[in-house]
């Protein structure tokens, strides 16, 4: 069965950075592109960066210039290097895949960004 396991979330000040680690297993995830996604407290999930079975990059304009995805083929394992973060980067992050025909996500993984 497709299954993705988030971590790395946690409490970081502003400014600092924090990865984020999705894992992968029921997919063969060197083909399949992946997404990051994010939900903060009443607002509604929103993408914030994707990678191609290639590893080309594509970010929301929130995420642009602060946060890296990239890809670990060998591992299985999605990541999101997050910098210069802010306190509207608070949110619950999904390691997001669509495969056979459906959306699956993982856990989700708290990032608290505040002093």
């Known amino acids: 069965q497709v299954q993705l396991v988030e971590s790395g979330g946690g409490l970081v000040q502003p400014g600092g950075s924090l990865r984020l680690s999705c894992a992968a297993s029921?997919?063969?995830?060197?083909?399949?592109?992946m997404n990051w996604y994010r939900q903060a407290p009443g607002k509604q999930r929103e993408l914030v960066a994707r990678?191609?079975?290639?590893?080309?990059?594509n970010y929301s304009p929130s995420a642009k210039g602060r946060f890296t995805i990239s890809r670990d083929n060998a591992k299985n394992t999605l990541y999101l290097q997050m910098n210069s973060l802010k306190p509207e980067d608070t949110a619950v992050y999904y390691c997001?895949?669509?495969?056979?025909?459906?959306?699956?996500w993982g856990q989700g993984t708290q990032v608290t960004v505040s002093s």
């Open positions: 029921g997919i063969i995830f060197s083909i399949s592109p």
């Open positions: 990678i191609t079975q290639g590893s080309l990059p």
């Open positions: 997001n895949v669509f495969w056979g025909g459906r959306a699956y």
